[in-house]
């Protein structure tokens, strides 16, 4: 004879079983990409993700859904070389690594070396630099692991509120730590950082978290608070509204750019720093927006 | 009522997590129309084909790129296409080692071997596992660049991913050809006819030829295309009698009465009647006769009557043999028999033999011991039934071995290669893509002095190619060839030593090198000591420039071969100084040199028709 207790809580374990599905759930990123390149060059014809000198890649794997910003330096364009090459090569073989599932979710740093280690394996002889950052989201541990080298971040916001945001790295001003290749003679005078100085961070999240990856273009030129405002506007989780959003973001910061009397985050710090100067930078804009939302396949 | 709310409540439970765990109802319900549907059609058979790409490539020969890499490496042909279909040089594909001709006009090339059958030419082989097994109707491979080295398709009746692996493994040729090249590098999608088998198969086996190519050829993918059931057809189809089938004994593949494995003769027979003409033959001639047969067909006929089976097993016949070509059925039982044959072998090939069971170690050992006093060439390139004891009694039974081939003996431990010490007299070793630690190479190096070829390609588990090299110099100092493909901590103080030691180096493979750097003078050095060099790769060393070829020029008459890949510092100017002071020159690849581009090369071409200037592009 049972009691009234083991009974109650047959019923209640079934109940609140029946009820709480989402424990066991893997969830995913919801991601949607919008940029814009610094100068209209129209002839040029880039595959997707590229944008201007940044390049990006979203990646699904069976165990982790992974993204990149990478932004290309410019100053190589006066040696010669086209500072876009290197950034879309490192952002395209990082998402292989990821669908060939060449990575370890918990190390996006491995996966930022192993992607470098790619370039040398090429037989075109790449030059340039760039920096990365990479955000893989671990599908049944629900967290998120990222490494960022360089001044390309990230913000997650829950909320209404940032409740994580990356570092910058910075050698000196407007001088990022960069993944670079340097051609034969010059590898003493070009900057080149190890993928190991890579800035990591591991934290969970919940459903609804909201995780925007972008280029320094981005963050320069628009303040938290903006983004913040724009954020708000996004209602639902899924792929039409998510774009919306991160089109008005990457619009807005393109048009506060190109204004000259706008006290721009990147002013603000120069001004900090000594440098008299106001407005905005232009620069090549990269925005990803992910909303964490539950797997589907 | 607590018994009913306990039901109740349980079979709520056990709906809500069903639910969530089948899918959509919408699914569920189509599954079971399907099951019905198939009811009601059961009289007509489903033939539903099956297209799959390759799950996972199990084993290969050899490979362009760098093993822990995905560029131009095998494991790119699993999965879906990645360039086609685009044609170019692509990182995402599958390339090979080797091409054309021109490793086969090297001093380093072994001799080939006596009684090779013409109908083999296979250089190097992948084998490419998929999900399910199905009787193959079409196997296509997606070739992206300068295709036509296919040549032979099989399909084994392993499921190589199954735990309880059976006894016998039967491979049946689905098609087989001559080495071809395709009339421009265009990217191609190739669907031989493929003959129908008697078994279901996931496991495929791709041979290649490349000689006849003029670049590299690259592989995106493979699809198998077959269906579930058996073909109804094929049961109602007469059985074709082939004649090229009975010349390779397709009949014979079984595992114990193979051509291989021969009957002795009994040992009381009948009163003899005379052999007729035969007798008025002398026996040196009839062995000269005898000697033109390729293997299976010695033993063929050694099955005919007492004086040929005499002839058949004289050892003299077996001083060289190649059981390459049968790759697919040699087994330990086959070895024993041909073993009181083989007492005077020499030369012995068993390369790409034995796996999945076939050979044992044992049986190896058991067939090195009672033949292996007089050998003098072993080659077991992808023997991946080796392990320690294997080599051990290799060295220790055949002191006089003067040529080891283990490449891409991959599953090798580190450990087993300390035995080769033992073989001092050894001239030819090739350790292609072996796990060699840098002890075990050391320790051979102080020991075998008379080393005249040596192959560390991708050997990765050496950390300081500076002291292996720096020990060739001083302990191996009549080297002819050294391959360093891909020794990527080699640096200018390693490279100087060389240099100086072994100045009779007429080959040298320095290949994705990435340590070493012009600026440093090592290649001008190397230009100025090496006079009898006929071979320098530089593939990939993005620092050669105009003074080393400077060096190669004027000090380097006999150049015949010549790879700098990739680097951005030569010039026109200079290569056609090069190309002037070197009139052997054959073979000069300046891919992806940005300073050379296409019209230079069809203008040195024009100049200098005797050489091959390759150029490859991405687009």
């Given at each position: 004879m049972l009691s009234v207790l083991s009974y109650g809580r047959i019923v209640a374990r079934a109940v609140l079983g029946?009820?709480?599905?989402?424990?066991?759930?893997?969830?995913?990123?919801?991601?949607?990409?919008?940029?814009?390149?610094?100068?209209?060059?129209?002839?040029?014809?880039?595959?997707?993700?590229?944008?201007?000198?940044?390049?990006?890649?979203?990646?699904?794997?069976?165990?982790?859904?992974?993204?990149?910003?990478?932004?290309?330096?410019?100053?190589?364009?006066?040696?010669?070389?086209d500072p876009s090459q290197f950034s879309a090569t490192l952002m395209r073989t990082c998402e292989r690594l990821v669908k060939e599932g060449r990575f370890t979710p918990t190390s996006p740093v491995g996966i930022l070396t192993s992607a470098y280690y790619e370039l040398l394996q090429n037989k075109v002889p790449l030059?340039?630099?760039?920096?990365?950052?990479?955000?893989?989201?671990?599908?049944?541990?629900?967290?998120?692991?990222?490494?960022?080298l360089g001044d390309s971040g990230f913000l997650v916001v829950r909320g209404g509120e940032v409740v994580h945001r990356s570092d910058e790295q910075q050698h000196y001003f407007n001088t990022p730590f960069q993944l670079s290749i340097a051609p034969p003679g010059a590898e003493g005078v070009v900057l080149s950082d190890s993928p190991d100085v890579a800035d990591r961070s591991s934290f969970d999240v919940q459903l609804g978290d909201i995780i925007l990856t972008a280029t320094d273009g981005l963050f320069d030129n628009m303040p938290d608070y903006m983004i913040l405002q724009e954020l708000k506007k996004l209602k639902n989780t899924n792929y039409d509204s998510i774009q919306q959003t991160a089109r008005s973001i990457a619009e807005q910061a393109h048009e506060l750019a190109y204004d000259p009397n706008y006290m721009s985050p990147f002013a603000q710090f120069a001004c900090d720093n000594g440098l008299n100067v106001r407005g905005g930078k232009p620069d090549d804009i990269t925005v990803l927006l992910s909303i964490v939302a539950e797997y589907t396949d | 009522m607590f018994p009913m709310l306990t039901l109740l409540s349980m079979f709520y439970y056990i709906c809500l997590r069903r639910r969530c765990r089948s899918g959509s109802r919408a699914e569920s319900l189509g599954g079971r129309r399907a099951l019905i549907d198939l009811g009601q059609r059961s009289t007509l058979p489903v033939t539903v084909e099956v297209e799959q790409y390759a799950k996972e490539v199990l084993d290969f020969s050899s490979h362009y790129g760098s093993e822990n890499s995905m560029s131009y490496t095998m494991w790119n042909l699993a999965g879906v296409p990645n360039v086609y279909p685009s044609t170019g040089d692509f990182t995402q594909t599958a390339v090979f080692r080797t091409y054309g001709h021109w490793w086969d006009q090297c001093v380093s090339a072994p001799a080939p071997f006596h009684r090779t059958p013409p109908s083999f030419h296979s250089r190097d082989f992948l084998e490419l596992a998929f999900e399910e097994q199905v009787y193959p109707t079409a196997v296509e491979v997606l070739e992206t660049y300068h295709p036509g080295a296919i040549i032979q398709i099989l399909a084994c009746s392993l499921n190589p991913f199954t735990q309880n692996p059976p006894a016998d493994v039967r491979w049946e040729v689905l098609w087989s050809g001559e080495p071809t090249k395709a009339l421009s590098p265009q990217a191609r999608q190739f669907s031989p006819t493929i003959r129908p088998i008697s078994f279901p198969t996931n496991l495929l086996r791709l041979e290649v030829n490349g000689s006849m190519l003029d670049y590299y050829t690259e592989l995106d993918a493979v699809v198998l295309r077959g269906v579930r059931e058996r073909p109804i057809l094929a049961l109602y189809k007469m059985p074709m009698i082939d004649i090229s089938d009975l010349s390779d004994g397709e009949e014979d593949l079984s595992e114990t009465g193979g051509?291989?494995?021969?009957?002795?003769?009994?040992?009381?027979?009948?009163?003899?009647?005379?052999?007729?003409?035969?007798?008025?033959?002398?026996?040196?001639?009839?062995?000269?006769?005898?000697?033109?047969?390729?293997?299976?067909?010695?033993?063929?006929?050694?099955?005919?009557?007492?004086?040929?089976?005499?002839?058949?097993?004289?050892?003299?016949?077996?001083?060289?043999?190649?059981?390459?070509?049968?790759?697919?059925?040699?087994?330990?039982?086959?070895?024993t028999h041909l073993q009181p044959r083989c007492t005077l072998l020499q030369r012995l090939n068993m390369s790409w033999t034995g796996n999945r069971g076939a050979v044992t170690a044992a049986g190896f050992c058991s067939f090195i011991r009672a033949c292996g006093m007089s050998l003098v060439c072993l080659q077991l390139s992808c023997c991946h039934f080796l392990n320690e004891m294997c080599l051990e009694v290799v060295c220790v039974t055949c002191p006089?071995?003067?040529?080891?081939?283990?490449?891409?003996?991959?599953?090798?431990?580190?450990?087993?290669?300390?035995?080769?010490?033992?073989?001092?007299?050894?001239?030819?070793?090739?350790?292609?893509?072996?796990?060699?630690?840098?002890?075990?190479?050391?320790?051979?190096?102080?020991?075998?002095?008379?080393?005249?070829?040596?192959n560390l390609g991708s050997c990765v588990m050496i950390e300081d190619y500076d002291a292996v090299v720096s020990l060739v110099a001083a302990r191996c100092r009549g080297l002819v060839s050294l391959d360093l493909w891909r020794c990527r901590n080699l640096s200018e103080r390693g490279l100087a030593e060389l240099v100086s030691g072994c100045a009779g180096l007429e080959e040298l493979d320095l290949g994705w090198c990435s340590s070493l750097h012009s600026s440093s003078g090592c290649f001008q050095l190397l230009g100025r000591r090496l006079h009898r060099l006929r071979k320098l790769f530089l593939t990939a060393n993005r620092t050669v420039c105009d003074s080393d070829l400077e060096q190669l020029a004027t000090n380097c008459p006999a150049l015949e071969h010549l790879d700098i890949l990739g680097t951005r510092m030569v010039s026109p100017a200079a290569l056609r100084r090069l190309l002037q002071a070197c009139p052997r020159l054959r073979l000069l690849d300046v891919s992806f040199c940005s300073q050379i581009d296409a019209r230079t090369v069809q203008e040195l071409g024009s100049l200098f028709p005797n050489v091959s200037i390759k150029k490859s592009f991405t687009q």
């Open positions: 029946g009820l709480s599905q989402t424990d066991g759930r893997d969830y995913s990123l919801v991601t949607a990409s919008c940029g814009f390149g610094k100068d209209f060059r129209k002839g040029i014809l880039k595959k997707g993700m590229c944008y201007g000198d940044d390049a990006c890649f979203i990646a699904r794997h069976r165990s982790a859904d992974v993204l990149g910003v990478a932004d290309g330096v410019g100053g190589w364009r006066d040696y010669g070389v030059l340039g630099s760039s920096t990365a950052c990479i955000v893989v989201l671990d599908r049944r541990s629900h967290r998120i692991h990222t490494c960022n | 051509p291989l494995c021969c009957r002795t003769a009994t040992a009381d027979h009948k009163h003899n009647h005379g052999n007729g003409y035969f007798d008025k033959l002398p026996y040196e001639l009839i062995q000269l006769i005898v000697s033109h047969l390729a293997v299976p067909d010695l033993c063929r006929l050694g099955q005919c009557c007492k004086l040929l089976q005499q002839h058949c097993s004289d050892p003299l016949q077996y001083v060289q043999l190649s059981l390459q070509p049968y790759w697919s059925r040699l087994s330990d039982a086959a070895l006089r071995l003067q040529e080891l081939d283990l490449s891409s003996c991959d599953r090798l431990q580190p450990h087993a290669f300390t035995h080769i010490t033992k073989l001092t007299h050894i001239r030819r070793l090739i350790l292609y893509r072996t796990k060699i630690e840098q002890t075990a190479m050391l320790s051979i190096l102080t020991f075998c002095a008379e080393l005249r070829h040596l």
